[in-house]
């Protein structure tokens, strides 16, 4: 977790790239921005929430954190696009967490086309940490076809659901930031879509996104997020489904989370007990598969 230190102050980012230089996406080869971009070859994208109600209605009047992820949803299916995300409420719960084999198309990730958003007290075993949430994306880097992505919340931090500036709780005296789940949500399923960071991408761009490591109050999609949908996926229909996957088996320091590669910071500039941030994990460490296969965390 990065903190930072001094006085409030909010992260801006100025657009300075066309749209076409801006946007990244999660790309078959990491580090190169020449290989394809990782995508789904149908649609809808099925992706099931299991995070259920808080105790009392939320800011922004919703009843549920599900809700939330209807909203999310909606909204990246409102831009009419080909790949749409068919956003279900409960159903059969599996879990993700498990090494490569028949239930687990990768490490982490549940079998092949499941997609569950869920609360959790840990990553699969591992603490959290300073981490808010994290989508484990698993894609064959030979097709570039995206086989699973489950979304972990970390449950223990506080959320809510708002528009606009980060809010922070007071009650204990030191500023401790409350997280808007819709802008979160709306996030990760950038990822699970195929979306990256742009201002993480190689050469970084400055731009306004939803899906920049770094935000403060942006709580919609912006031009930028918008365009590297439509890069990715065009405006006409998806490609034919994806052949059954053979899936990877990650192997990392025993008792340890990988070493960082994706970081969301939604506010940077108190000295908190938790900084106003959110550190996304990505994986690293050898991949072994009886095909090709490949897991990613973001």
Known sequence: ?????????????????????AWDCIRTRRGDAA??????????????????????????????????????????????????????????????????????????????????????????????????????????????????APVFINAGVLWNAYDGPIRFDLSTGTPVPVYDIRRVLLHELGHVLGLAHPDEAVPPQQVTAIMNSRVSGIDRLQPDDINGYFSIYGSGPPGPAPSPSQGCMLVAPSGQLPAPLWILLFLAGLRLRRSAGMKKTGTTGKVQSQGPSACRSL
Do not use: Y
């Not at 977790?1 to 230089?21: D, I, N, R, T, Y």
């Open 1 to 21: 977790m990065k903190s930072w230190q001094g006085s409030l102050f909010l992260v801006l980012l100025l657009a300075s790239a066309s749209p076409s230089e």
């Open 35 to 148: 290989s394809p971009c990782v995508r789904w070859r149908s649609s809808p994208v099925v992706v099931r929430s299991f995070l259920g109600s808080p105790p009392r209605s939320l800011a922004n009047g919703t009843r549920t954190w599900d809700d939330n992820a209807v909203l999310a949803a909606e909204e990246w299916n409102g831009l009419g696009g080909p790949v749409r995300i068919s956003l279900e409420i409960g159903g059969t719960f599996r879990s993700p967490c498990g090494a490569q084999g028949p239930r687990h198309a990768c490490d982490n990730t549940g079998p092949a086309g499941d997609n569950p958003i869920l609360f959790a007290n840990d990553f699969c075993g591992r603490d959290f940490g300073d981490i808010i949430q994290l989508t484990n994306n698993c894609f064959r880097p030979d097709t570039g076809e995206m086989i699973a």
